[in-house]
C-alpha cells in the first residue's frame, strides 16, 4: 500500500513570497490533516478536513495560510506572503476516519530567508 | 490550552543501555498514542493506550498509561543505534477529537 505523499521536499523562499505545498493521502482515507512542526517541537495542526470539507481549523493563521481538498482526495496548503516564522517541516497526514491512527507524509521542509 | 509535556527533552546514551521517557498532562487523556520520528520522515505510530494502567509491549519497547490517565512512560530495554529518533507523544482529551503533540524526546543511541 502507498504512504501519503508530499511534494516538494525542500523549499528555500524569501519573505514576502507565496509558496504551495501538495498532499496526496493513502486512497480512501477520509480525514486529511496539515502540521507544521518547528525545529525542536512537536507537531501542530493547522487543518483537518473530513472528505473534502473543513472540521477543524482553528490554528490555521488565516491571514496568510490557505489550504483546499478539492474532490476530497489530493490537498494542498498555500502561504502567501511568507514571513520568516514560517521555517518548518509541513507535514499532511490521513487517517480512515478522526481520532485513529494517523499515517504522516514525509513532510516538506520550509526555509524562508 | 492543553499542553503536553516531555521529559527529558534530550537523551544520549550507549548501545545496550536502559531508558524510560514520560509524557505528562494536568488533564485527563481518553487516549494516548506514542510515535518515533526519525529525521527527514514523518512520525510513525508505535502504539495507543486507552485504558489506565495499561501497559503494551513492542519488542524491547515498553508502555504504561498511568492509572488516572495523565501520563504515560516509555521504557526501552537494551537500546540499540536504530532506537535513535525523535519520541513524540500524542493525547486526546476527549474521544474523537484530535491528538495533541508533546514536544518530544530526542535520543541518540551511541554505538
Known amino acids: 500500500e502507498a504512504g501519503v505523499a508530499q511534494s516538494p521536499r525542500y523549499k528555500i523562499i524569501e519573505k514576502r513570497q507565496s509558496v504551495a505545498f501538495w498532499c496526496n493521502p493513502i486512497?480512501?482515507?477520509?480525514?486529511l490533516y496539515w502540521y507544521q512542526q518547528i525545529l525542536g517541537q512537536g507537531p501542530k495542526l493547522l487543518i483537518q478536513?473530513?472528505?473534502?470539507?473543513?472540521?477543524?481549523d482553528s490554528q490555521l493563521p488565516k491571514d496568510r495560510f490557505s489550504a483546499e481538498r478539492l474532490k476530497g482526495v489530493d490537498s494542498t496548503l498555500k502561504i502567501q506572503p511568507a514571513k520568516l516564522e514560517d521555517s518548518a517541516v509541513y507535514l499532511c497526514?490521513?487517517?480512515?476516519?478522526?481520532?485513529?491512527?494517523?499515517?504522516f507524509g514525509p513532510g516538506t521542509r520550509l526555509t524562508v530567508l | 490550552t492543553q499542553l503536553l509535556e516531555q521529559s527529558p527533552q534530550f537523551l544520549s546514551i550507549q548501545e545496550g543501555e536502559n531508558l524510560t521517557v514520560y509524557c505528562n498532562s494536568s488533564?485527563?487523556?481518553?487516549?494516548l498514542q506514542w510515535y518515533r520520528q526519525e529525521p527527514g520522515e514523518g512520525p510513525v505510530l508505535l502504539v495507543t493506550?486507552?485504558?489506565?494502567?495499561e501497559v503494551k509491549k513492542l519488542k524491547r519497547l515498553t508502555f504504561q498509561f498511568g492509572d488516572a490517565r495523565k501520563d504515560s512512560s516509555l521504557h526501552i530495554t537494551a537500546a540499540q543505534p536504530g532506537d535513535t529518533g525523535l519520541y513524540l507523544c500524542?493525547?486526546?482529551?476527549?474521544?474523537?477529537?484530535?491528538?495533541?503533540f508533546g514536544p518530544g524526546t530526542r535520543l541518540s543511541v551511541l554505538p
Open positions: 497526514a490521513s487517517s480512515l476516519e478522526r481520532g485513529i491512527e494517523q499515517f
Open positions: 486512497s480512501g482515507h477520509a480525514t
Open positions: 478536513f473530513q472528505n473534502n470539507g473543513v472540521v477543524d
Open positions: 488533564s485527563v487523556f481518553s487516549s
Open positions: 493506550v486507552v485504558t489506565g494502567g
Open positions: 500524542a493525547g486526546a482529551y476527549n474521544y474523537g477529537q484530535n491528538f495533541v
